[in-house]
């Protein structure tokens, strides 16, 4: 079905369907899947300077549980974590699928509606509008 997949993996509730879809789609004999995981960093008013929303070991957890539930698959996996400033993730996806080559980017949905992504801004959404290629969003 698609040869290169980037899988972008988060601590949502949607992580397992989003595994199991780019498994799923991976399942030909050369496909393989890029998995990204996002550390995002929120900006400190005063003194300029960044925090994170959650820690690197928090973060490479993430990867290897996904890296490891695809390799359980039979998939081949790579990962990598990237960073970015809280509401940036959507430009390092597309860019990371970029990159890698991938024919399509695999994510999930908060599950918000319409009307709160709207208000909130959605990383999905912003995927999809930024991608020059096939985004699955999985909820």
């Known amino acids: 079905m698609y040869g290169r997949i980037l899988l972008a993996v988060d601590?949502?509730?949607?992580?397992?369907?989003?595994?199991?879809?780019?498994a799923e789609m991976a399942s030909l004999p050369d496909g393989e899947v890029w998995l990204l995981h996002v550390r995002e960093k929120e900006v400190m008013p005063r003194g300029g300077g960044f925090f994170a929303i959650e820690s690197n070991a928090e973060a490479q957890a993430v990867v290897e549980s996904a890296a490891?539930?695809?390799?359980?698959?039979?998939?081949?996996a790579h990962y990598e974590l990237r960073s970015?400033?809280?509401?940036?993730?959507?430009?390092?996806?597309?860019?990371?699928?970029r990159a890698h080559d991938a024919d399509?980017?695999?994510?999930?949905?908060?599950g918000r509606g319409d009307l709160a992504g709207l208000l909130l801004g959605s990383t999905a959404h912003k995927v999809i509008h930024l991608s020059d290629r096939p985004v699955l969003v999985a909820r």
């Open 11 to 22: 601590q949502s509730d949607a992580a397992e369907q989003v595994i199991n879809a780019a």
């Open 68 to 76: 490891k539930a695809l390799d359980d698959a039979g998939v081949k």
């Open 84 to 97: 970015a400033i809280y509401g940036r993730a959507a430009h390092e996806i597309v860019d990371a699928a």
């Open 104 to 110: 399509v980017i695999v994510m999930g949905s908060r």
